[in-house]
């Protein structure tokens, strides 16, 4: 019965990894802190090598980056640096389509040359968790490295006119990854890298 369950796994996981119709995402996952000069970008296992080693895969999951979470009012936070500028906590909101800063972070910036005329994508309308429907501007940020670990490139940005506006990391982002569970135990988000 073991040996079933095995060989239907192992078929799964091939299967998986064989797949090449999947688009490919603007994502880079590092083994270590990017702030450590000996960071190196993890590359994806071949389909022989999780045939190889699929007992330890389940038994140990290398293909993981754990980033840490704090909790203050109900809601997760997250350490965001945009575009190499600043690092700010950001809520995990998956029920966010976007990510979302406030005015003063996409003034801030501006002025210190973080984007240019560029990086303005427009407008776009967006219905809030009230009902209402709201126009904000829509900015691309070239950066967004979450927890000094995951790094994403070119995320459009959803630009609140409230200064005071929670920032949001929402799908977006999160989107990017293959898959990402909560921890609670270890107050961790945990992100596969495939």
């Known amino acids: 019965m073991n040996r079933i369950l095995l060989l239907v796994l192992c078929c799964c996981v091939l ?15 590092y083994d270590t802190d990017i702030s450590d000069t000996t ?28 980033v840490p ?3 203050q009012g109900g809601v997760k936070l997250v350490d965001v640096t945009v575009n190499d500028e600043f690092t700010v906590p950001m809520i995990l909101d998956s029920g966010c389509s976007t990510t ?8 801030y910036l501006y002025e210190k040359g ?11 309308q967006s219905q809030i968790a009230d009902g209402r429907i709201v126009e904000n501007m829509v900015i691309n940020l070239r950066q967004l490295v979450i927890g000094n670990k995951i790094v994403c490139y070119n995320v459009k940005a959803t630009v609140s006119n409230n200064a005071q506006a929670p920032l949001l990391l929402g799908n977006e982002v999160l989107d990017r990854a293959p898959s990402y569970s909560v921890d609670n135990v270890n107050k961790q988000v945990v992100f596969k890298l495939n």
């Open 39 to 66: 960071a190196t970008k993890v590359e994806p296992p071949s389909v022989q090598d999780v045939y190889d080693s699929i007992e330890v895969e389940y038994a140990k999951d290398e293909n993981t980056i754990a």
């Open 15 to 29: 299967i998986l990894f064989s797949c090449e119709s999947k688009k490919k995402k603007n994502i880079v996952f």
């Open 114 to 124: 973080c984007f240019s005329q560029e990086d303005f994508l427009g407008v776009a």
């Open 69 to 71: 979470f704090t909790e």
């Open 100 to 107: 979302l800063i406030s005015i003063a972070e996409a003034r």
